[in-house]
């Protein structure tokens, strides 16, 4: 079975300054990962996903992230955040195969960008 | 394209109801899958369906129950309820289910059991 732990339930920044989540998964297949963001009373919304070649993976937003297989981790990086980045982001696997429409997420990473 | 709808958005029920929960996919989505999100618990996965067939079932008590149609449309059915199935309950869509593709989500449907 697989699981996903994201570091840190909340992370503040100010506004403009560099910000990274963090997202471990643990599985003993190979797996895809995803980003998704939740902004307050909405569904959540995909940031990138990886699912092989590049370890590098962006948004059109200015997100992007990495993956390690080495380390089993998926951090979200931003170089610069805005006030409108404030939201929950959720780390995913899906560990492929027989595992349809299934998403494991990690609980939760609130950030808030400050001015 | 519109995106994946559920309705309703808010409900009230008391302890022992059951209620019924309904998800338009995407047009040309035959896979949707159902999440309950909580405080406690986070995102859980429910189950999966594509061409009115359940695929893949989380870990959840018989109480929860869903169904699709032949127009890909699901509803879930959540009988006897509990206080703890207060939550926020996700559908999202995608082509076919697999894992390489992206789900899209709706907005959900907030339950609320007194």
């Known amino acids: 079975a697989q699981s996903v732990t994201q570091l840190d339930s909340q992370v503040p920044v100010f506004e403009e300054a560099p910000v990274e989540l963090r997202c471990n998964y643990s599985?003993?297949?190979?797996?895809?990962l995803f980003w998704y963001v939740q902004y307050p009373n909405q569904g959540l919304q995909l940031l990138l996903k990886?699912?092989?070649?590049?370890?590098l993976v962006e948004s059109i937003n200015g997100f992007e992230a990495e993956f390690n297989k080495s380390q089993t981790s998926f951090h979200l990086r931003k170089p610069s955040v805005h006030i409108s980045d404030t939201a929950e982001y959720f780390c995913?696997?899906?560990?492929?195969?027989?595992?349809?429409?299934?998403?494991?997420f990690g609980q939760g990473t609130i950030l808030t960008v400050h001015p | 394209k519109a995106g994946v709808t559920q309705t309703p958005r808010y409900l009230i029920k008391t302890r022992g109801q059951q209620v019924t929960l309904s998800c338009s996919p995407i047009?040309?989505?035959?896979?949707v899958s159902w999440y309950q999100q909580t405080p406690g618990q986070g995102l859980q996965f429910l189950f999966e369906?594509?061409?009115?067939?359940?695929?893949n079932k989380g870990n959840f008590p018989g109480r929860f129950s869903g169904r699709q149609f032949s127009n890909s449309r699901s509803e879930m059915n959540v009988s006897t309820l509990e206080l703890g199935d207060s939550a926020l309950y996700l559908c999202?869509?995608?082509?076919?289910?697999?894992?390489?593709?992206?789900?899209?989500f709706g907005p959900g449907t907030r339950l609320l059991v007194l």
């Open positions: 999202a869509s995608s082509l076919a289910g697999d894992s390489q593709e992206t789900q899209y």
């Open positions: 599985s003993s297949v190979s797996v895809y």
């Open positions: 990886y699912l092989s070649g590049s370890t």
């Open positions: 995913a696997v899906n560990a492929g195969g027989t595992s349809y429409g299934k998403l494991t």
């Open positions: 047009s040309g989505h035959r896979s």
């Open positions: 369906y594509f061409s009115e067939t359940q695929r």
